[in-house]
């Protein structure tokens, strides 16, 4: 992560969104959900201060208010530390599946009584609400799915797979999928011409 984090910022990536825990994760046996709850627990510990001192600002979205008390606190102290840090952004999705995201941005809109919304202010439901949507969506270890991962704001994402796994995910992997995504021509239910004309 550190390295992938590392190269976003040198090919001047702005915001870096990462599947850190799944709403589905919990169904795992209770001891790696354990074991998974203290690394990341360790981590925010041991990662905080680099973070901060590379300018990376840090946020934390999913169903936030499932975790222990202490982790919460830490995820709290983590984004509040690096909000106005202003070289890259750092999305960990955890306890995040993007059913629950929209159900949660329903569930908010009601709870305000609105009676009509489109598609801008939904938006502003989602935890990703101060976020552009994505631009790439990399799918490592050759996984065709998208796993619950952003619904609503993958709709115009390109989709990069490669076969490489998510450990073994580096600096050169990273630029392959950047130059894959150059060579794509994005139309948003333009045609060709109209995209070339413009």
């Given at each position: 992560?550190?390295?992938?984090?590392?190269?976003c910022?040198?090919?001047?990536?702005?915001?870096?969104?990462?599947?850190?825990?799944?709403?589905?994760?919990?169904?795992?046996?209770?001891?790696?959900?354990?074991?998974?709850?203290?690394?990341?627990?360790?981590?925010?510990?041991?990662?905080i201060?680099?973070?901060?001192?590379?300018q990376?600002?840090?946020?934390?979205?999913?169903?936030?208010?499932q975790?222990s008390?202490?982790?919460?606190?830490?995820?709290?102290?983590?984004?509040?530390k690096?909000?106005n840090?202003k070289?890259?952004?750092?999305?960990v999705m955890?306890?995040?599946g993007?059913?629950?995201?929209?159900?949660?941005?329903?569930?908010?809109?009601?709870?305000?009584?609105?009676?009509?919304?489109?598609?801008?202010?939904?938006?502003?439901?989602?935890?990703?609400?101060?976020?552009?949507?994505?631009?790439?969506?990399?799918?490592?270890?050759?996984?065709?799915?998208?796993?619950?991962?952003?619904?609503?704001?993958?709709?115009?994402?390109?989709?990069h797979?490669?076969?490489?796994?998510?450990?073994?995910?580096?600096?050169?992997e990273?630029?392959?999928?950047?130059?894959?995504?150059?060579?794509?021509?994005?139309?948003f239910?333009?045609?060709?011409?109209?995209?070339?004309?413009?």
């Amino acid at each position: 992560m550190r390295v992938v984090l590392k190269a976003c910022a040198e090919f001047g990536v702005k915001y870096l969104s990462v599947y850190a825990f799944s709403t589905e994760n919990w169904r795992r046996p209770k001891e790696e959900v354990d074991f998974l709850m203290n690394l990341f627990s360790e981590t925010i510990d041991r990662e905080i201060d680099e973070l901060t001192a590379n300018q990376v600002k840090v946020n934390f979205l999913g169903r936030i208010s499932q975790f222990s008390s202490l982790l919460q606190e830490k995820m709290e102290k983590t984004m509040e530390k690096t909000k106005n840090n202003k070289r890259i952004t750092l999305n960990v999705m955890v306890n995040y599946g993007g059913r629950a995201e929209i159900v949660d941005a329903v569930q908010a809109i009601i709870d305000e009584e609105r009676k009509t919304i489109d598609e801008t202010g939904f938006g502003k439901f989602l935890y990703t609400k101060n976020i552009p949507d994505p631009d790439l969506l990399i799918r490592t270890a050759s996984e065709m799915r998208v796993s619950n991962f952003l619904l609503w704001q993958i709709a115009y994402a390109e989709i990069h797979v490669t076969p490489v796994l998510w450990p073994d995910f580096r600096k050169e992997e990273l630029k392959e999928a950047i130059e894959d995504y150059q060579r794509r021509v994005r139309k948003f239910g333009k045609t060709e011409e109209q995209i070339n004309a413009s």
